[in-house]
Structures are given as C-alpha cells and as structure tokens.
C-alpha cells in the first residue's frame, strides 16, 4: 500500500494498480449494485461499473427514467423503480439528492436486510441523523466512496481513459467485508486511486470546499474583479478575460500539471511579485470567513438550510430562476460570447 509523506503526516492510498480492475471483478462477482438515482453522481458511476463489467443495475423514479433508457438500461432487467431496485440489489448505492435520501429514507429501509451493504457518496445523511433521520441496520455494511469531482467529471475520466481521485470510509462492517467491498466499488466506478477518510471528515470538507474555494468563493472572487474592472471602464470582454478566461485556460492548467509554485514560475517576473505580494493579503481577509463557514458545517446549519430548501415542492423552479440569473448576468454573457471564439470552436 502507497505511504505518501507531506510533512510529517503519512497517509496511505489504495491505487488502481494495487487493487486491480480484475481483483474488483473477482470481489464483486456474485454481487448485484443497485445505484438509487440516476442523477449527476449516480449516472456517472452506473455507466462506468456497467461499462467496467460489473452486475449494474439502476433505480430512478420520472425525472430521469427516459434517460437511463436512452443510455442502455432496460426497464425490467436493469432498471426499476428505486424500491425495487433496492430489493435486488446487494450493494445499495443511495446517491439520491440529500433531501431526497431523506424523504426515501423510510421506504428504502426495509429493504436493507441483513448482509447488504449501504452504499454513499457523501456523508451527508449518516453524519447528521438528527435531522435526515438515517440511521443503518446494524446487520449491514455501510460505506463510502466519493469521487473528488461531479459525476460528469467522473463519467468523462473514465471515457478519456484516466481515474477520479475518491476518498474511502467504512462506516459499519456487519459482515467482515465491508473494506474489500467498498475498494472494488471505488475501482469499478472509476477511481485511479483512493484515500482514506471518515464519513465525517468527507462531509465536513465536502461542505466546506462546495462552499468555499471549489464553488461559492469561486464565483463570488471572479464576480468581485469583474465588477471592479467594469467600474473602471474596462470593456466586458476586457474584463472577463483577465478575470475568467485567463484563470481557465492558461493559468489553471499550469497549476494542475505542476503546482501553484510552478505556475508561478512560469509567469512573468511582474505577475509573480505582484500575485506573491497580494496573496498573503487575500488569504487573511478571506480566514475569518472560511472558519465561520466550518463552524457552519459542523454544527449542522448549512445542512438544515440544505435540507429545508431542497425538500420544497417548488425546489427545481426557485433553482432554475437562480441559475438563469446567473447565466444572464453581464459576466457570463460575455463568457458564452468568449468562449465562443475559442479557435476549437471556430473551427466547428
């Protein structure tokens, strides 16, 4: 097992070629997995075990039934209701929606009988039980893998032929196989190698990173520059490509391949005294945020707020309206205008 040493802290990861595709098959052979919703995560996961030969089947309800048609499963073979494809599953993937896992939650029970394995992406539901209400059998396995990206990005991995990094949990182990289970589930779904976690330590930085850096600050940073650009005078275009289209595609890419320090390095001398300057200044201003977001996190008020708005009947419509706001903002109209004299896409 790979030991990897960053700073005195040594954590061992589970890596493709360590725990084989093969060995995977060989783990999983007289199991069926039942992936409960065929939403972002769920389809990403369910294409690639299908792909990856591994017994697949999936339960998905209105919203998304025609599509898991359209992608290959067959009603009544391997695709049902979820209920039912909880019943025949022995590996129960539940990566429904947090509110819906909720909402499910007392109907799918039933169906976890003693032996099965509760699979999450996310430890949402378990983590904070007193408000979803999800609390396993003690006779099965519960456990978790959960890809460092969206189920796009792991359906789009596994076909460009590279692996998701996933962290990996056993919550509950009922039948002494439930590590073994959930390494070949995080191989068979695509995982080029795997981390270990808790069900706590993935929620919390889960939260914490959705909100911060990987998405809320994200778009919250970019809107901020580019707005302070437009008040200056700087066209739409001018502003958006030193704030979005730059980060993207230029700089980004070099921190991937090497590192912010390599990224750095390959500027030029103005850009590295001018980012090393500024940066000391944008991580303090942004700390107290950061600590009162965790704070958050960890005692439960940015789930019961989760909880709350997406159980609302009316969730899907008040979502659109907020993302169509975004869309027809200033800002990323002239993104889709960018974007769209990309040579790549000129050439189409």
């Avoid at 919550?171 to 706590?200: H, K, N, W």
């Avoid at 330590?201 to 600050?217: F, I, N, P």
């Amino acid at each position: 097992m790979p030991k990897l040493n960053i700073g005195g802290e040594v954590e061992e990861v589970i890596t493709s070629e360590e725990f084989t595709l093969d060995r995977a098959r060989k783990v999983l052979k007289d199991e069926t997995v039942a992936v409960i919703g065929y939403g972002v995560q769920g389809r990403g996961q369910a294409l690639n075990m299908r792909d990856n030969g591994i017994r697949c089947i999936v339960g998905e309800g209105d919203y998304n039934w025609q599509k898991a048609i359209d992608e290959g499963f067959v009603i009544g073979e391997t695709l049902f209701p979820p209920l039912e494809a909880a019943k025949r599953g022995t590996i129960v993937q539940y990566l429904m929606s947090d509110a819906g896992q909720k909402e499910m939650w007392p109907d799918l029970k039933p169906h976890l009988t003693k032996g099965k394995a509760l699979y999450f992406s996310h430890g949402f539901s378990v983590v904070y039980k007193e408000q979803t209400g999800v609390i396993p059998p003690a006779d099965i396995d519960v456990i978790l893998v959960a890809p460092k990206g969206a189920g796009r990005t792991v359906r789009d991995n596994f076909l460009a032929g590279s692996g998701i990094n996933s962290s990996y949990a056993v919550f509950q182990d009922a039948t002494g196989r439930a590590l073994e289970r959930t390494l070949a589930v995080g191989i068979a779904i695509g995982s080029g190698y795997l981390f270990p976690t808790t069900f706590e330590k993935e929620v919390y930085s889960d939260l914490t990173g959705e909100r911060g850096v990987l998405m809320g600050c994200l778009a919250g940073v970019l809107e901020a520059q580019y707005n302070v650009l437009r008040k200056h005078g700087h066209s739409p275009s001018e502003a958006f490509n030193e704030t979005v289209e730059e980060l993207t595609q230029s700089l980004m890419p070099l921190v991937a391949q090497n590192g912010m320090d390599w990224m750095y390095a390959n500027c030029s001398t103005t850009a590295q005294r001018g980012a090393l300057d500024w940066k000391n200044r944008f991580r303090d201003a942004v700390a107290p945020v950061f600590d009162e977001l965790y704070e958050r996190v960890a005692s439960g008020k940015e789930t019961a707020i989760v909880l709350e708005v997406n159980s609302a009947p009316d969730y899907r419509e008040r979502l659109q309206k907020e993302l169509d706001t975004m869309k027809n903002s200033e800002m990323w109209l002239a993104g889709a205008v960018v974007r769209s004299l990309r040579p790549e896409r000129r050439k189409k």
